[in-house]
């Protein structure tokens, strides 16, 4: 797991080879099963807009209602170590900035499958209750589009196969639409919940 730090234009983490291959062999195996299992905006709590109109067409599911122990989700199994309790990079973290505590003092997350096909994205919005949002990308194989945009900052960070990009939920941020190839999201709320 190689990450990159930044504070501008706001905090944001960048992490490179974000699972092993032992990792994403269970992954990609769990999102084997669930992958019929995908329920379209309404079924996993897709944002909407003021209208009430779903802005995005991409398929989900939320891992926290779908296992009631979250111990029989690799995914869920796999992530807690490395974004929960990896003492290095919440030591990185505090160094660089004030922010990072609404992450590393936290103790309340909610998870997120989704899938984005060609010509699918998700329009730009606020998670406004989210402290810290961690997404990682996944690819059966490699495509283009994707990426995540930042509207207000005119940032867009490429989306690459096992990355995972960490930022403040409540900055406005967009997927742009995917150009060819199925992309995966596994993402993870997490709320200013005291530990």
Known sequence: MNYQIFNEPFPHVIVEDTFNSGELELIWREIDF?????KEPAGFYAAADSNGDFITNSKGISLDDTYADRDCSDILSIVKPLFFNNTELYDD???SSDYWVTWTKSTADYTKLRKYSPGQGYNPHSDTWVHVLISTTLYKEEGSGGDLYFPYHDLTIETKHNQTVIFPGWIEHAVLD??????YAVT???TC???
């Open 34 to 38: 669930l992958e019929p299992k995908l």
């Open 193 to 195: 919940a005291s530990s």
């Open 178 to 183: 995917v150009e060819d190839h199925d992309r």
């Open 188 to 190: 993870i709320f997490v």
């Open 93 to 95: 973290l505090e160094k």
